[in-house]
């Protein structure tokens, strides 16, 4: 069995939808990804750039919450 890996290269929607334990991640930097219609073809990378977000540090988080 593959190990759970979040990248900042996949698609937020498809990391919410697979790993609902993320939103609480999500909602610790502000972000109401869930409803936002970017959400559906921006990546993650993209996503914190714009918000001004570290993606590592960010990408980390996410990949505790599903470890």
């Known amino acids: 069995m593959a190990e759970k890996t979040i990248t900042k290269y996949m698609n937020i929607i498809d990391i919410v939808k697979d790993y609902p334990e993320t939103i609480e991640v999500f909602a610790k930097y502000g972000l ?29 988080e996410l990949n505790n919450a599903i470890s």
């Open 32 to 60: 109401g990804c869930i409803g936002c219609a970017a959400a559906r073809f921006e990546n993650l990378e993209a996503g914190a750039k714009v918000h001004g977000i570290d993606v590592d540090q960010f990408v980390d």
